[in-house]
């Protein structure tokens, strides 16, 4: 059978190609949340004292993310990537 014929939708090749695609996507958004929590608790930790609350701005975090983190798993030494993890946090 091929590719949309005989009412496969989709080969094998596609199939993984938009799993992975789905994977990753849940990854980086999960990755992004925890960044994110971080970033809220240690923002709430320092404005204690202040009467309006400071909010996390989650679009920037995740568009740093994305952006940053390609060069840091493409980064083959390995302080060299832990310093630029760091950085993004």
Not at 22 to 38: F, G, M, V
Not at 55 to 82: C, F, H, P, S
Request: net charge negative; charged share 30%.
């Amino acid at each position: 059978m091929h590719c949309g014929t005989d009412g496969v939708p989709f080969c094998s090749e596609a199939w993984d190609a938009i799993s992975r695609y789905i994977y990753s996507t849940i990854y980086i958004n999960n990755l992004a949340e925890d960044i994110i929590r971080d970033a809220e608790a240690e923002l709430e930790e320092k404005e204690k004292h202040r009467k309006h609350k400071m909010m996390v701005n989650r679009t920037l975090g995740i568009g740093i993310l994305k952006n940053d983190l390609i060069y840091i798993l493409l980064e083959k030494d390995a302080q060299k990537q832990d310093k630029l993890f760091q950085q993004i946090l």
